[in-house]
């Protein structure tokens, strides 16, 4: 008989057996969705997929399905990215889901719209959120497949247009299902790295689901957030995807991306020959200017112009020193009348005369003036006259009234 074991012990093998098999650990699984619920409060997806004759039951945790760049909708035909396994507590076989893609125009048009309007409301299509490209680039980024013929195309624009810049080439897939995480991871790294003057994600032709790929919101917002310029070149000119929407240039092809990325240096050249031309031109026009103006220059300053100017000017000068010499004798003798009117002036109001007339000053010893009415009785005095002094000793001092004024 066999071992009674546990439903749980039943549940718990079956589970490591599914768990066990690589096969079912990475499934990509075609079908429509049925019966679709999002929980509310954990953000959980709840779903099953069914084709024609079965279908199975699917969970997509809010991790997972916040990365969605669509709205599932009932009867959506999708393809997920899943593992397949059994639910231990339930016994159920389902699938836990990580990624999922729109399957066929109808449902990837009605994905591609949606998404496109909430990009647009959150404003990273806008215009003022656009940089403008760098005229002369040193290095440009690509995020390109390495074998695909987008970047040799860009390769042979670049050479013939702009040889000198560097190319910085981030190899990427363009297609699958892990090309979207490897293009945003390609612009944020190019980005970061601080060596190239802007960045150029291409692909060549293909299908529209070929260039599915490039709707992803994860490479939109990498591509927002992606501070070099960043040019768009996915496709042919008829295709648009979300990533030429957030781009700050879109290209129709690669080799039209090259193009926009570098001048044309025959162009430059072009350019640098027109300004060379106008330099000259200018150059030879204000040499003719000056030309003219020294002949008349030379003409004004002839040697007989000068001289006859230089005798003028002796001329005016022997005038000018003649009349201010005059002037200067007039000024002098004026001041010597002055002076000697000053001088005479001055003599008149001398003490000095008064002496002469035979007056005498009386001073102290000690040579200060005083006054006569001053003197006392037994003092010392000195009279000074015109020629002579003398020191005479005061015996009395005497009131003077009329009848002594008479003596």
């Given at each position: 008989?066999?071992e009674?074991?546990?439903v749980s012990?039943?549940n ?22 049925a ?7 954990s ?16 969970v997509?945790?809010?991790?997972d ?28 076989f ?17 994905a591609?719209?949606?998404l496109?309007?909430?990009l ?10 656009k ?21 040799q195309?860009i ?5 013939r247009?702009w ?31 601080g ?25 939109a ?30 290209a129709?092809?690669?080799?039209a ?12 050249l072009?350019k640098?020959?027109d ?15 000056c030309?003219n103006d ?39 003798k ?10 005479a ?10 002496l002469?007339?035979g ?6 010893p ?12 037994g ?8 020629a ?17 004024q008479?003596l």
């Amino acid at each position: 008989m066999a071992e009674v074991i546990s439903v749980s012990a039943l549940n718990r093998y079956v589970k490591t057996l599914f768990d066990a098999n690589d096969l079912l650990f990475d499934l990509a699984l075609r079908g429509e969705i049925a019966n679709f619920v999002q929980n509310s409060r954990s953000g959980h997806c709840y779903f099953s997929l069914r084709d024609e004759t079965a279908s199975v039951k699917a969970v997509m945790f809010r991790s997972d399905a916040r990365r969605l760049g669509f709205r599932p909708e009932e009867g959506m035909r999708v393809v997920v990215r899943c593992r397949a396994t059994l639910y231990e507590r339930d016994g159920a076989f389902q699938l836990y889901v990580n990624e999922m893609f729109p399957d066929g125009i109808g449902s990837a048009q009605l994905a591609f719209e949606q998404l496109k309007a909430k990009l647009d409301q959150e404003g990273l299509f806008a215009l003022e959120h656009k940089k403008p490209l760098p005229a002369c680039p040193d290095c440009i980024g690509l995020v390109t497949s390495r074998t695909g013929a987008a970047l040799q195309d860009i390769r042979n624009v670049i050479g013939r247009r702009w040889p000198m810049v560097k190319l910085l080439l981030f190899p990427v897939n363009v297609q699958g299902f892990e090309a979207a995480d490897e293009i945003a991871q390609a612009i944020t790294r190019l980005d970061q790295s601080g060596k190239v003057d802007e960045i150029i994600v291409a692909r060549g032709g293909g299908s529209r689901e070929d260039l599915w790929v490039f709707n992803a919101e994860k490479i939109a917002r990498a591509a927002y957030r992606c501070k070099a310029p960043l040019i768009s070149a996915i496709g042919h000119e008829i295709d648009f995807t979300i990533l030429d929407f957030v781009a700050d240039r879109r290209a129709p092809t690669p080799s039209a991306a090259a193009e926009l990325a570098v001048p044309d240096r025959m162009e430059v050249l072009r350019k640098l020959s027109d300004i060379e031309q106008n330099i000259q031109n200018f150059a030879h026009d204000r040499l003719e200017v000056c030309y003219n103006d020294l002949e008349q220059a030379e003409k004004k300053f002839s040697p007989e112009i000068t001289q006859r100017v230089l005798r003028n000017g002796r001329q005016k000068l022997l005038e000018q020193e003649k009349a201010c010499t005059v002037s200067v004798r007039q000024i002098q003798k004026r001041a010597e009348q002055e002076l000697a009117h000053a001088a005479a002036l001055t003599d008149s109001l001398s003490p000095y005369r008064v002496l002469a007339r035979g007056y005498a000053m009386v001073m102290n010893p000690d040579g200060t003036f005083t006054s006569a009415d001053e003197i006392r009785q037994g003092q010392t005095v000195v009279l000074r006259g015109a020629a002579q002094r003398a020191v005479c000793t005061v015996k009395t001092v005497e009131e003077i009234n009329e009848s002594t004024q008479k003596l």
